[in-house]
Nanobody, 124 residues
C-alpha cells in the first residue's frame, strides 16, 4: 500500500505561483508512475500532469508551459510547480500513483492510489 499526502495548496492571485507536494509513505515511489489530477466543483476529475518512473513527463494542453511536474525519489515526493495561475485553475488537486508502466497516463482509471487532495484557489 502507498499512502499519499498532498500539501502546498492555498489562495493565490492570478498570475501567481504555487508548488504542490505529494509525500508518499508505505513504499518507495521510485518504481511508480505519478500523476496530478484536479477537480473543480461540479466537474469531472481531469488530468493535469504525470511523470513516469524514468521521469518522462506528460501534460494536459491547458497547463503546458505553465506547470512542471518533477519527482525526488530520495525524498519519496512528487512536485507540481504551477506558474502563471489563472482563475480557471481553481480546483482540488489530487496526487495519484500507478504501478503499471504501460497505459494511458492521462486516464484516472489507470492509477492505483490516491491522496485526499489539496485546495488551490486563484483569485482574479
Amino acid at each position: 500500500q502507498v499512502q499519499l499526502v498532498e500539501s502546498g495548496g492555498g489562495l493565490v492571485q492570478a498570475g501567481g505561483s504555487l508548488r504542490l507536494s505529494c509525500a508518499a509513505s508505505g513504499r518507495t515511489i521510485s518504481n511508480y508512475g505519478m500523476g496530478w489530477f484536479r477537480q473543480a466543483p461540479g466537474k469531472e476529475r481531469e488530468f493535469v500532469a504525470a511523470i513516469t518512473r524514468d521521469s518522462y513527463t506528460y501534460y494536459a494542453d491547458f497547463v503546458k508551459g505553465r506547470f512542471t511536474i518533477s519527482r525526488a525519489n530520495a525524498k519519496n515526493t512528487v512536485y507540481l510547480q504551477m506558474n502563471s495561475l489563472k482563475p480557471e485553475d481553481t480546483a482540488v488537486y489530487f496526487c495519484a500513483a500507478r504501478v503499471a508502466y504501460i497505459g494511458i497516463y492521462a486516464s484516472k482509471d489507470n492509477y492505483d492510489y490516491w491522496g485526499q487532495g489539496t485546495q488551490v484557489t486563484v483569485s482574479s
